[in-house]
């Protein structure tokens, strides 16, 4: 069974630029997560989706960030204009369904924004 | 509220030594409890996890972990460490009813000496 699959792997921008990132969940995987991991820090939420719908963006700096999941699939974070403290690993996990008591981790995407 | 404190931010431990990372969490409802693994330029991978029933939970790669409802506490330990354990480990509380929805620690990097 093929994982979580993000890309690119690593992206390099100056800040004010804008990025995006793409996350292909696990086949059948309805929930799907973002998360931002600051160097030295844990993993936090952003935004939850359950199939193509919002469950969570509490966390989300909406003023810069946005992210969809159009067809309840694969789902894109974007990041417009970046700022320095931006720069993170983003995650996507995903899971069968909302309750379900486990995520499946991507590798991430290692954001460097100078 | 969730939060999760892991007590240790680098463990130092030679090869073939035991070695315990310490997770205290606190939470007003029923909790899962996760231990992941992240090695270099890698997502999280799942080391174990403790949903209800016996308290010592057995992992992957040799890993286990005692839930102490009354310290809130999980430990994670390994009797005896190999190098290729030197990783970067996190704890992480999630709420019952959307475990997806987990609250990490900052990690402990384990690191293994010949």
Known sequence: EAGVAQSPRYKIIEKRQSVAFWCNPISGHATLYWYQQILGQGPKLL??????????DSQLPKDRFSAERLKGVDSTLKIQPAKLEDSAVYLCASCPVRGYNEQFFGPGTRLTVL | AQSVTQLDSQVPVFEEAPVELRCNYSSSVSVYLFWYVQ?????????????????????????????????TS???????????????????????TNAGK???GDGTTLTVKP
């Open chain 1, 47 to 56: 935004i939850q989706f359950q199939n193509n719908g919002v469950v969570d």
């Open chain 2, 74 to 96: 999980f430990h994670l330990r390994k009797p005896s460490v190999h190098i290729s354990d030197t990783a970067e480990y996190f704890c992480a509380v999630g709420h019952n």
């Open chain 2, 39 to 71: 090695y270099p330029n890698q997502g999280l991978q799942l080391l174990l996890k403790y949903l209800s029933g016996s308290t010592l939970v057995k992992g992957i790669n040799g890993f286990e972990a005692e839930f102490n409802k009354s310290q």
């Open chain 2, 102 to 104: 987990s609250t990490f």
